[in-house]
């Protein structure tokens, strides 16, 4: 058993941000993460082209700045040598490869209970801990919407986690499914790679029927590949018990912004506000001064 003052799981940019904030204030904590490495959605889960869409200013993790010569709008590289960059300056040491498999509230104890996996030496570990964090992001799981005949499909289609180029596809037809960033710029990509792209809103199409997909228009077009720029979904909610004052059944906060940060008994949650880097970084110090106020509270 780990008895530890505040537990974050998560070693995402929003994970990352609250514990530079706890370093901050000198309040110990420990932060797990279930992949290999930190901010696994950029350097895993990212096409290559990928550019933070708002500038650098709006898009900094608190107490550090890019570097004076970075370019306004942060490329996929540099924005995760910013992170490592990060970790080295705050000292962040996460346990990686370990997966919270349940958490629950101990209402007489006052404490959270936390089960974890080791997937390193395949074992489990128990943490108690007065202050849970959770910061595993809205982006856990891949969105891959309910279209009939999509399984009967015979070309490819893939998520727009695991889309790197356009490389690839030049020479094909490709549909891009979803119009949001993500969706708009693997449209583009795919476009200057020579790929005869299409790109739609979800909820356009009717069914697919082989190769052919026919749409709510009435338009039928035959596709080589599609790609789901379709978002994701929390995972929070597999693992989180007790955690309904906080969050909704989509694992989404059930309090409206700037409210949305902070449950009952001691739980928190960073990044989940759907408002970038920016609203990380205001969720991360909100949480950590709160914490600090409690503490406070509790010694004196």
């Known amino acids: 058993m780990e008895n530890v003052v505040v537990l974050i799981v998560g070693a995402g940019p929003a994970g990352l941000a609250t514990a530079a904030c706890l370093t901050q204030l000198s309040i110990p904590y420990v932060i797990v993460e279930r992949e290999y490495c930190s901010a696994s959605l950029w350097r895993n889960r990212a096409y290559d082209r990928l550019k933070l869409h708002l500038a650098k200013e709006f898009c900094e993790l608190p107490h550090m700045s890019y570097p004076a010569d970075a370019p306004t709008y942060i490329p996929k590289a540099l924005f995760v040598k910013y992170v490592d960059d990060y970790i080295e300056c705050f000292n962040i040491q996460p346990k990686y490869l ?141 693992w989180l018990k007790n955690g309904e004052s906080m969050l909704n059944d989509n694992g989404l906060p059930t309090k409206e912004y700037p409210n949305h940060w902070k449950g009952e008994n001691r739980l928190y949650c960073a990044g989940l506000a759907r408002r970038g880097l920016a609203g990380i970084a205001a969720d991360a110090k909100n949480i950590a001064n709160d914490i600090k106020s409690v503490i406070s509270s509790m010694s004196s």
Not at 105 to 133: P, Q
Not at 146 to 175: A, C, D, M, W
């Open 98 to 238: 370990t997966s919270v498999e349940s958490s629950t509230y101990d209402g007489e104890k006052k404490v959270w209970s936390i089960v974890a996996h080791d997937m390193v030496e395949c074992k489990r570990i128990n943490f108690t801990t007065k202050f849970l964090v959770v910061a595993s992001g809205e982006n856990s799981a891949e969105n891959i919407p309910v279209i009939p005949g999509l399984q009967n499909f015979p070309g490819e289609t893939i998520h727009s986690s695991r889309y790197k180029s356009g490389k690839s596809f030049s020479g094909k037809s490709v549909l891009v499914i979803g119009s949001g960033n993500s969706g708009m710029e693997i449209a583009y990509d795919l476009a200057t790679h020579g790929v005869n792209t299409s790109i739609v809103v979800q909820g356009s199409i009717s069914e697919i029927m082989g190769n052919i997909v026919k749409f709510q228009s009435g338009d039928e077009i035959s596709f080589d590949a599609i790609v789901f720029a379709t978002g994701y979904k929390s995972t929070t909610n597999m």
